[in-house]
């Protein structure tokens, strides 16, 4: 059974929780079963709102878009403020108070299933990260309201099964929120992109990228792999072989003259970059992509 917190809830807030023979339902539909939500609400301005739980069998996501709180997972305390996303992973104990002077707005939701902790790895999160600071993310608004379409609907499987896949776009969509959020705090990743964009007939150098941002080759490449999860050059690498494709797909280049037009001189050569990178050679993508 899933418990939440007791908080009563006001007329601008709403909690929505699924019955636990629902919930048994979710977890042996074919449909649901991966992936599916036990509870879900959004509280505005949470005055007195807090939980403490020992033990729980569930996942709990909440993204706190004002206000703060005080939150302790396995007996390590932090500050939750607004802009953070916070995982509290199943089986870890945990507790947590809103601010009294400036109480937390939060959209929540539990969930479980076989797919929770392979999206808790997606998302980004470990052991040792609770919580990532996204500001406000408007995407990630609309898919948790999204769950919140359920609502009057009489707990019926057509329903739950649409919220159920809501949830699952919401945890897959995580990433690109922490990216974003990355991006607007690290605006030299813009220029280094559409500089990538405007050279995409060259081969450029990580000299080259390093230089636009003032920073040491090796300290660049650390800095950018952190923020982005892949090196500048595999990057550039990627823009390449899309560029290849867009050409494919819409001309009746050879894939000799379109890797001259994107640098290589040898067309083997990028025609095996290509496939590590498609997993298809480019006449077999233009082959697929044409019939």
């Not at 396995?74 to 601010?99: K, M, S, W």
Request: aromatic share 8%; charged share 20%; proline share 7%.
């Amino acid at each position: 059974m899933t418990r939440t917190s007791q908080w009563p809830v006001p007329p601008d807030s709403i909690r929505y929780v699924i019955p636990d023979p629902v919930i048994r339902s979710l977890s042996r539909h074919p449909l649901t079963r991966d992936l599916y939500p036990l509870a879900f609400g959004h509280y505005r301005r949470a005055a007195g709102h807090h939980m403490h739980r020992e033990h729980h069998n569930d996942h709990l996501l909440i993204h706190c878009t004002e206000g703060e709180a005080y939150l302790s997972v396995e007996d390590e305390p932090c500050l939750v403020r607004a802009g953070d996303l916070v995982l509290i992973p199943a089986g870890a104990a945990h507790r947590y108070t809103a601010a009294p002077e400036n109480p937390w707005t939060i959209h929540w939701v539990h969930y479980a299933g076989p797919l929770a902790e392979n999206f808790r790895e997606h998302m980004g999160f470990t052991d040792g990260i609770r919580i990532q600071h996204i500001g406000r993310q408007p995407r990630l608004l609309v898919d948790f309201n999204g769950l919140l379409s359920v609502r009057q609907t009489g707990f019926r499987t057509p329903g739950l099964v649409h919220v159920a896949n809501r949830l699952r776009q919401l945890l897959a969509a995580v990433p690109l929120s922490v990216g974003e959020a990355g991006h607007a705090q690290q605006p030299d990743l813009e220029i280094i992109h559409n500089f990538m964009r405007e050279h995409l007939d060259e081969r450029i150098t990580l000299n080259q990228l390093a230089d636009l941002t003032g920073l040491s080759p090796a300290h660049f490449a650390t800095r950018y792999r952190a923020l982005t999860g892949v090196s500048p050059i595999q990057h550039f690498l990627h823009l390449k072989v899309e560029q290849a494709c867009q050409l494919l797909d819409t001309t009746d280049h050879s894939f000799t003259h379109i890797s001259s037009m994107l640098g290589y001189a040898d067309n083997y050569y990028f025609s095996r970059l290509f496939k590590k990178v498609m997993g298809q050679s480019p006449t077999d993508y233009r082959h697929t992509h044409r019939h």
